[in-house]
């Protein structure tokens, strides 16, 4: 089955009635976003061989609704951040026994950081923002300062992947943004392209 869905509909299906989610609507700005609030233990259920396509759909696409945005005059995706991640341990479908390492996988660096991510907002494609999973915020607009006068090259690469409909999402490190690690200088790290 093909998991690629552009378009909210399907997305707002998969999360419809569950309370763990949120749909927060920016119309000033044409954008919206899916973002889960809490995670109790039907938020992620686990996605089992015996489920029906659909279910599968719907389960793969809750776990995309982590700070995903979509336009609101048409419901076309435009940012798709990484999606809701386990731990080793954490879930059944997370225990070492249940683990296939026969097949292929990538791994992502895990930094102690914010993860954000460009977004084009409108329909000039030369202007785009960095936003956190709840959009636009105080730590996006410290992004912004940092990429725009220090990270030329994440920007133009970033405008390329968008304009392509692909998701850079960094993280930014820095001793103003302190989240645990205390890091001695600021960095954007590119973590993954959707």
Request: aromatic share 10%.
């Amino acid at each position: 089955m093909d998991y690629y869905v552009d378009n909210v509909e399907k997305y707002l299906e998969a999360i419809s009635g569950d309370e763990s989610f949120i749909n927060a609507e920016r119309p000033e700005h044409d954008y919206g976003i899916l973002n889960y609030l809490i995670i109790t233990p039907t938020t992620f259920p686990s996605i089992l061989e015996s489920d029906t396509e659909e279910q599968k759909l719907h389960k793969v696409l809750r776990r995309n609704c982590r700070g995903l945005k979509y336009r609101l005059s048409d419901g076309k995706i435009l940012a798709l951040p990484h999606w809701k991640f386990f731990n080793i341990g954490e879930k059944e479908e997370t225990q070492p026994d249940n683990i296939d390492n026969s097949e292929g996988f990538y791994t992502l660096s895990k930094l102690d950081g914010s993860m954000v991510h460009p977004i084009i907002l409108g329909k000039d494609t030369s202007q785009i923002r960095f936003m956190t999973k709840m959009g636009f915020n105080d730590i996006s607009k410290k992004v912004e300062s940092y990429a725009f006068e220090h990270c030329k090259n994440h920007i133009e690469l970033s405008k390329y992947l968008l304009e392509r409909d692909m998701t850079p999402c960094f993280e930014i490190c820095s001793p103003n943004l302190k989240i645990v690690v205390h890091y001695q200088e600021t960095k954007l790290v590119l973590t993954e392209i959707r």
